[in-house]
């Protein structure tokens, strides 16, 4: 039997996109066309903060965090170090036992407070499945999951300008084996890359000092994952993501950060058979696009992402998705988010809103987010996210009070 993908046809159809079903008007179901990519879980904000500000990151505060967003941002962290927890229950509209767990941290190194190392430990849980045999009755009991690990460098160039790698391991295990059937399915491993760049100055404006920063990161430059022994092999979610953050004071203690996010993934787009002539020529042609498709080279899929759209100029366009988000702080103790993301309703038609808050002591900070889908039936509705970070500066007080 080959793997059962029984809970992943969820991941497929409702993971990454706003509704569970596309409009009904027959343009928008002929151009429909969301990219396709295995391991989709890694393209799920696994912060409350980021997720409260509409899903982006590039360029805003460094933060436990920033593996995920941009870890060239570690170099110009304030703290010596921090580690991070988050839980996030996904598609609780359809089912109540899928999530994502995270944990993020990085380190400062040396006495020139240029540079860090980081890393993140990321588990999506499927839930439980059950199996049938072709009696109908149940034969297994399993927790499909797809897992990665990743260890970062991030370095100062100078001192407006960082950049940072992430070097990260995949496995995806969304199927089984039945012993009667003979077939040892095996889940898919993968390896990937990150490399992005920080760069952050402090204008004046008036008689205030404000922040203006820009962040890129291309992220998930790797290999293909290989489904069911290498017989359906599937690109990593490779993205681009652009982003700005300016911060301007209000008054004493109190702050205001504008972000902007853009993102691309940097994945061809399948043909799609409607695309070619409804005859034998058209049908010959489009199996052997598929098939081009299915053969490309994850590094060859980079270059074809930016030419492939049927549509030319204005489909590479909406394959853009972007977020804007404000953060609202007090004496940066306080925090209160909102933010919007929004992808074309060609593209998967995620648009929701997302609002959060967060506390800050000395040694943690806890933040809560929770996102309003924008689109009717979206089972992405109601999502609530909950980050918990522990200050490392923090903590060496502490205990070297005690001592």
Same mark, same amino acid.
């Given at each position: 039997?080959?793997?059962?993908?029984? @809970?992943?046809?969820?991941? *497929?159809?409702?993971?990454?996109?706003?509704?569970?079903?596309?409009?009904?008007?027959?343009?928008? $179901?002929?151009?429909?066309?969301?990219?396709?990519?295995? =391991?989709?879980?890694?393209?799920?904000?696994?912060?409350?903060?980021?997720?409260?500000?509409?899903?982006?990151?590039?360029?805003?505060?460094?933060?436990?965090?920033?593996?995920?967003?941009?870890?060239?941002? !570690?170099?110009?962290? %304030?703290?010596?170090?921090? =580690?991070?927890?988050?839980?996030?229950?996904?598609?609780?509209?359809?089912?109540?036992?899928?999530?994502?767990?995270?944990?993020?941290?990085?380190? $400062?190194?040396?006495? #020139?407070?240029?540079?860090?190392?980081?890393?993140?430990?990321?588990?999506?849980?499927?839930?439980?499945?059950?199996?049938?045999?072709?009696?109908?009755?149940?034969?297994?009991?399993?927790?499909? !999951?797809?897992?990665?690990?990743?260890?970062? !460098?991030?370095?100062?160039?100078?001192? @407006?300008?960082?950049?940072?790698? =992430?070097?990260?391991?995949?496995?995806?295990?969304?199927?089984?084996?039945?012993? %009667?059937?003979?077939?040892?399915?095996?889940?898919?491993?993968?390896?990937?890359?990150?490399?992005?760049?920080?760069?952050?100055?402090?204008?004046?404006?008036?008689?205030?000092?404000?922040?203006?920063?820009?962040?890129?990161?291309?992220?998930?430059?790797?290999?293909?994952?290989?489904?069911?022994?290498?017989?359906?092999?599937?690109?990593?979610?490779?993205?681009?993501?652009?982003?700005?953050?300016?911060?301007?004071?209000?008054?004493?203690?109190?702050?205001?950060?504008?972000?902007?996010?853009? #993102? @691309?993934?940097?994945?061809?787009?399948?043909?799609?058979?409607?695309?070619?002539?409804?005859?034998?020529?058209?049908?010959?042609? %489009?199996?052997?696009?598929?098939?081009?498709?299915?053969?490309?080279?994850?590094?060859?899929?980079?270059?074809?992402?930016?030419?492939?759209?049927?549509?030319?100029? $204005?489909?590479?366009?909406?394959?853009?998705?972007?977020?804007?988000?404000?953060?609202?702080? %007090?004496?940066?103790?306080?925090?209160?988010?909102?933010?919007?993301?929004?992808? #074309?309703?060609?593209?998967?038609?995620?648009?929701?809103?997302?609002?959060?808050?967060?506390?800050?002591?000395?040694?943690?900070?806890?933040?809560?987010?929770?996102?309003?889908?924008?689109?009717?039936?979206?089972?992405?509705?109601?999502?609530?996210?909950?980050?918990?970070?522990?200050?490392?500066?923090?903590?060496?007080?502490?205990? *070297?009070?005690?001592?």
């Amino acid at each position: 039997m080959k793997p059962a993908l029984i @809970k992943s046809t969820i991941i *497929g159809s409702a993971l990454l996109l706003g509704s569970t079903a596309v409009n009904a008007d027959d343009n928008i $179901k002929n151009e429909f066309n969301p990219i396709e990519t295995g =391991v989709t879980s890694l393209s799920i904000a696994p912060d409350a903060r980021g997720a409260a500000m509409g899903d982006l990151g590039a360029a805003t505060d460094p933060d436990a965090y920033s593996q995920f967003w941009n870890p060239s941002k !570690y170099a110009f962290a %304030y703290s010596q170090g921090a =580690v991070s927890l988050s839980y996030t229950p996904w598609l609780r509209k359809l089912v109540n036992d899928i999530f994502l767990a995270d944990v993020s941290g990085y380190w $400062k190194l040396g006495s #020139n407070d240029n540079q860090a190392i980081s890393a993140s430990l990321r588990y999506f849980s499927l839930g439980e499945v059950n199996t049938n045999d072709p009696s109908g009755v149940t034969s297994q009991s399993l927790n499909p !999951y797809e897992l990665a690990v990743d260890v970062g !460098y991030s370095r100062k160039l100078s001192e @407006k300008f960082s950049m940072g790698v =992430v070097f990260r391991y995949i496995y995806s295990d969304l199927g089984f084996s039945n012993s %009667y059937a003979g077939d040892q399915t095996v889940g898919a491993s993968a390896f990937s890359a990150d490399i992005s760049g920080y760069y952050t100055t402090y204008p004046i404006i008036g008689r205030n000092e404000c922040q203006w920063s820009w962040g890129w990161n291309i992220s998930n430059i790797g290999t293909k994952v290989n489904y069911n022994n290498g017989e359906d092999p599937a690109f990593l979610p490779t993205n681009l993501r652009l982003g700005t953050t300016f911060m301007f004071p209000l008054a004493d203690y109190h702050n205001l950060a504008l972000s902007l996010d853009l #993102n @691309k993934l940097l994945v061809p787009a399948r043909p799609r058979e409607s695309d070619y002539a409804d005859d034998a020529d058209g049908e010959r042609e %489009y199996l052997d696009a598929l098939q081009e498709w299915q053969d490309m080279s994850p590094i060859t899929g980079i270059f074809k992402s930016f030419s492939d759209a049927p549509g030319g100029m $204005k489909e590479e366009l909406r394959e853009i998705t972007y977020s804007l988000g404000a953060e609202y702080s %007090y004496n940066q103790q306080f925090f209160l988010r909102a933010g919007y993301y929004h992808e #074309n309703q060609y593209k998967g038609n995620r648009q929701y809103f997302g609002i959060g808050a967060g506390f800050s002591l000395n040694v943690l900070r806890l933040d809560a987010s929770y996102m309003i889908a924008t689109a009717q039936q979206s089972p992405l509705d109601q999502t609530l996210r909950f980050s918990l970070t522990f200050d490392m500066d923090g903590l060496s007080e502490i205990f *070297g009070k005690r001592k």
